[in-house]
């Protein structure tokens, strides 16, 4: 038998885990934190003892390969963690009853639309991150098709993990100017709202008030990397004109960075959740945190 203030969340040491901890903290829920070296979810044995030992209502799986580049030569490694690893918990969860909630990625998409992904939209992967993830999202509404939630999220910053945003506010102190991509278009997303809407995804499935299946977990509103990095400047006091546009190709990767990966966000809808705010606003509410935070931490 679960209990609904028991949690379990893997990846703890990560940037997102981190505040999905502190926002069940605030409302005295009982979570255990499983980091990597206490969870590992390539293996399912591990994963299966976890959830037996603690028998919680709702995992929230943060446990992720992230090292897009990395992935295009080491896909086989991303796609334990990514794909084996998600279907290893999302069985466990069967077994004890438990809710799943599945962080996931906008690299599922082929990043070339031309208005928001809907939850339903079809998928396409460009690279091998994206791949995995997939696998991952399948194996989780496979297993777990009236407790499985997929939510997918993109452009994540926070205070607790090195991410663009830092990097951008670093690169004030330092540099005259800086040259930022302005060909690619998303929705920069503060880790700490996204925390707030899986604990609320958490609860609503808990209660039946929230459909099973896939959500998209980021900003509302869009910007490109370039809009981004001289909000940031103009929140820091500087001048914005000192952010320079440029394009992907001048920052050329082993992976392919999706053009578009702005999602759209009706499913929140059906469970009674609004979106999260508009991505300039959620980084005005950051900042002070932000710059509070030494530089460094796990990205």
Same mark, same amino acid.
């Given at each position: 038998?679960?209990?609904?203030?028991?949690?379990?969340?893997?990846?703890?040491?990560?940037?997102?885990?981190?505040?999905? $901890?502190?926002?069940?903290?605030?409302?005295?829920?009982?979570?255990?934190?499983?980091?990597?070296?206490?969870?590992?979810?390539?293996?399912?044995?591990?994963?299966?003892?976890?959830?037996?030992?603690?028998?919680?209502?709702?995992?929230?799986?943060?446990?992720?390969?992230?090292?897009?580049?990395?992935?295009?030569?080491?896909?086989?490694?991303?796609?334990?963690?990514?794909?084996?690893?998600?279907?290893?918990?999302?069985?466990?969860?069967?077994?004890?009853?438990?809710?799943?909630?599945?962080?996931?990625?906008?690299?599922?998409?082929?990043?070339?639309?031309?208005?928001?992904?809907?939850?339903?939209?079809?998928?396409?992967?460009?690279?091998?991150?994206?791949?995995?993830?997939?696998?991952?999202?399948?194996?989780?509404?496979?297993?777990?098709?009236?407790?499985?939630?997929?939510?997918?999220?993109?452009?994540?910053?926070?205070?607790?993990?090195?991410?663009?945003?830092?990097?951008?506010?670093?690169?004030?102190?330092?540099?005259?100017?800086?040259?930022?991509?302005?060909?690619?278009?998303?929705?920069?997303?503060?880790?700490?709202?996204?925390?707030?809407?899986?604990?609320?995804?958490?609860?609503?499935?808990?209660?039946?008030?929230?459909?099973?299946?896939?959500?998209?977990?980021?900003?509302?509103?869009?910007?490109?990397?370039?809009?981004?990095?001289?909000?940031?400047?103009?929140?820091?006091?500087?001048?914005?004109?000192?952010?320079?546009?440029?394009?992907?190709?001048?920052?050329?990767?082993?992976?392919?960075?999706?053009?578009?990966?702005?999602?759209?966000?009706?499913?929140?809808?059906?469970?009674?959740?609004?979106?999260?705010?508009?991505?300039?606003?959620?980084?005005?509410?950051?900042?002070?945190? $932000? $710059?509070?935070?030494?530089?460094?931490?796990?990205?």
């Amino acid at each position: 038998m679960t209990d609904p203030r028991n949690w379990l969340v893997t990846g703890a040491g990560g940037m997102l885990a981190r505040d999905v $901890l502190a926002r069940l903290a605030e409302e005295g829920a009982d979570a255990v934190a499983a980091s990597r070296a206490e969870l590992d979810v390539t293996d399912p044995a591990s994963v299966r003892a976890a959830l037996t030992a603690h028998r919680p209502a709702v995992v929230v799986n943060c446990a992720a390969w992230t090292a897009v580049d990395d992935a295009e030569t080491r896909e086989d490694e991303a796609l334990r963690v990514n794909g084996d690893g998600a279907r290893h918990l999302a069985e466990a969860c069967a077994e004890t009853g438990a809710v799943l909630l599945q962080v996931s990625t906008d690299y599922v998409f082929a990043g070339d639309a031309d208005e928001p992904y809907a939850e339903d939209a079809p998928t396409g992967p460009r690279g091998a991150y994206g791949r995995t993830k997939l696998a991952g999202e399948r194996a989780v509404l496979q297993v777990l098709p009236e407790t499985g939630y997929v939510v997918r999220t993109a452009w994540l910053y926070g205070a607790g993990g090195g991410n663009f945003v830092r990097t951008m506010i670093k690169l004030e102190g330092v540099k005259d100017t800086v040259d930022v991509v302005d060909d690619q278009r998303g929705q920069p997303t503060w880790t700490v709202d996204l925390a707030d809407r899986l604990v609320r995804l958490g609860r609503s499935a808990l209660a039946g008030t929230a459909p099973a299946g896939v959500y998209h977990g980021t900003s509302s509103g869009e910007t490109t990397w370039f809009g981004l990095t001289r909000e940031i400047f103009r929140l820091l006091g500087a001048d914005p004109e000192r952010v320079r546009p440029t394009t992907s190709a001048a920052f050329a990767r082993p992976a392919p960075r999706p053009a578009y990966s702005v999602l759209g966000h009706s499913r929140w809808q059906q469970a009674g959740i609004e979106p999260i705010r508009d991505w300039a606003e959620a980084l005005g509410a950051a900042m002070p945190e $932000l $710059l509070a935070e030494p530089q460094g931490g796990n990205p």
